[in-house]
């Protein structure tokens, strides 16, 4: 990118870049500073303030620069005959307060999708964005006015709702599992249907809970599945329990299995096989270690790993290049991370990157883990 633009890269790594530097009244303003009493304090609270105010302002100036360098490029490499989709999902997840950090992403996507200037020629994008409805209640979020500042500079923008699925589909799901007449299996799926709202994953872990509850089963005398529908009815509803019911069975499972999931979840909704490679051949420091990590080796890492991925936990993906372990539902990461006593947490995280790091010494192709350790 830099080659196709070379004088970005000045714009985009300047430390004091062009149209951020004080004004003279700025400069007045810091070397005016009164040194009696009050003054004195106000004095350094108004060079603080004008101190973040230059930070946010070159903050702002280095995005702005990477945004013309994205819609630059994307301006070469698309067009109407090859189109370039981009496809991001999990949007719930950019915060609804308006600092710069939080919609970083939005912000960058919103200057390429509106820019509307001649320069260059328009882009050829179709951007396709997903997020959880019921995670976005605040209408101050940062996908809410995305959406609004796009329709304001008329870009073409399309809204499509997903629901649960509907009773019948569901029962035919239920009824394809265990091999039931749809008629048969119905009242257990109404119910399902009822405490999961026909969320998929929703449903399937509610169903896993019941079988491990004794509450849905096979009977080899009537040679079918059976359920207890009172007791299923006065369970609790699975929409706002999921978690509870995925983190109840983890910490049922063996002490290096948790363990795996632990590490894993530290490294988001996938891990990348070299990572665990790396972690194999690394070694701890007991003094500096949480306790639960210190019981255990990583060079057992991968054996977790797999019974994790038994488990219905993970899946191992299988790229053209390389593979990665990848947990089924964010929420089954998020579980797996709650696991971690939140004051051990950054320890955690810490002693992952460190271990990495011993790891890598002296070898010289980084790039498939470097950011893997920068993001601990």
Request: charge should be negative.
């Amino acid at each position: 990118l830099v080659q196709l633009l070379p004088n970005i890269e000045l714009l985009v790594t300047s430390p004091d870049p062009i149209g951020v530097t004080s004004s003279g009244d700025d400069a007045m303003n810091d070397a005016g500073i009164s040194s009696s009493g009050d003054g004195h304090g106000q004095g350094e609270e108004k060079k603080d303030n004008e101190e973040k105010d230059r930070n946010h302002r070159d903050v702002n100036f280095k995005l702005s620069s990477i945004c013309f360098l994205l819609r630059r490029f994307l301006k070469v490499v698309s067009s109407k005959s090859h189109p370039v989709m981009l496809f991001l999902d999990d949007l719930q997840f950019c915060c609804s307060d308006t600092s710069l950090s939080s919609s970083v992403v939005l912000t960058v996507m919103e200057g390429i999708l509106a820019d509307h200037t001649d320069i260059g020629g328009s882009s050829c994008i179709f951007f396709v964005g997903s997020y959880r409805s019921n995670e976005v209640s605040s209408e101050d979020h940062s996908i809410v006015r995305f959406v609004e500042s796009l329709k304001s500079f008329n870009v073409p923008t399309t809204t499509l709702t997903l629901d649960g699925l509907e009773i019948h589909d569901l029962n035919d799901m239920i009824s394809d599992a265990m091999c039931t007449f749809p008629r048969i299996c119905y009242p257990l799926s109404k119910i399902v249907h009822e405490k999961t709202k026909g969320n998929p994953f929703f449903s399937m872990t509610f169903l896993n809970s019941l079988l491990k509850d004794k509450m849905l089963g096979f009977s080899s005398r009537k040679r079918r599945w059976v359920w207890d529908e009172e007791r299923i009815r006065s369970s609790m509803d699975v929409t706002g329990n999921v978690l509870h019911l995925l983190v109840e069975k983890m910490s049922g499972l063996e002490e290096g299995v948790q363990l795996a999931l632990k590490v894993a979840a530290c490294f988001g909704i996938s891990m990348k096989d070299s990572v665990v490679g790396y972690l194999s051949s690394s070694s701890i420091s007991s003094t500096t270690a949480p306790s639960s990590l210190v019981k255990a080796e990583f060079s057992s890492i991968r054996d977790g790993l797999d019974q994790v991925v038994k488990e219905g936990f993970m899946m191992k993906v299988v790229g053209t290049s390389s593979e990665e372990f990848k947990f089924v539902h964010d929420k089954v990461q998020e579980a797996a991370y709650s696991l971690i006593p939140e004051n051990e947490r950054n320890q955690y995280h810490y002693i992952l990157g460190m271990a990495l790091r011993s790891a890598i010494e002296g070898k010289n192709d980084l790039d498939d883990i470097i950011f893997s350790i920068v993001d601990q």
